[in-house]
């Protein structure tokens, strides 16, 4: 039988020598992409090859030891526990503040942009007993707002009215955030309105299930933004910056 080059790691989790297993993959992937990072990048700065990272965000049953998280946590600004996944249930927002943020307004290109990157979002709406904010599972078509929803309900409200409708992401580790708000009119439109989706990914669905088959799309009048940063690293939309 051929011998093969293996990357080694261990193969399962061991709770006596403090090794740590998961699906590590696509936090360290997704992590790296945004701060915008080549996976050669990353490998240089953990001390380790490019084709054993690979091996690390590939292989689901990847299983590194500690020391290889401690690194990688360091490459990429976040911290074991972060790319381990024991954080995943933590409300976020409840770290300490970043020593030196920096505080500014995001441009209506980098607001778009972001804005194309989620799809859970909040659209608050005026009702008789009051405004009310509930999350909804959205996309983006031609530059505007669409999410479904079942007629009677709040995000149904919406239709002919004046909205808002708010996007965020907080990066606990990093103590860096960004929030996009779009103001327009909301209106009920038909399916085919939509469905023409020119990128090819699928829409959202919307979580709540049942026959959600209303469609309201927001046409921003003004998107704006803001950001908190804490380091000048240039990535991809989502990063924060």
Known sequence: MTARSVPAAPAAPDA???TLAGDLGRRIAGRRARLGLTRQETAARAAMAPG??????????????RGTLLRLAGALGTSCAE???GVAERPPGRQRAAREPEFGELTEERCR???GTHGVGRVAVTTPEG???VPVNYGVVD???????????VPARAAGHRVAFEVDRVDDTLGASWSVLVRGTARAVAAAEVVRRPTGRPYPEPWAGGRRRLWIRIEPSSVTGRRITTEPVAGPPGDGR
Do not use: N
């Open 143 to 153: 530059g505007a707002v669409v999410y479904r929803t079942a007629p009677g309900t």
């Open 131 to 133: 405004p009310l904010v």
């Open 113 to 115: 942009a972001l804005l």
């Open 83 to 85: 790319l381990a996944g």
């Open 52 to 65: 054993y990272l690979r091996y690390l965000e590939e292989s689901p049953g990847a299983a590194p030891g």
């Open 16 to 18: 006596r020598t403090g």
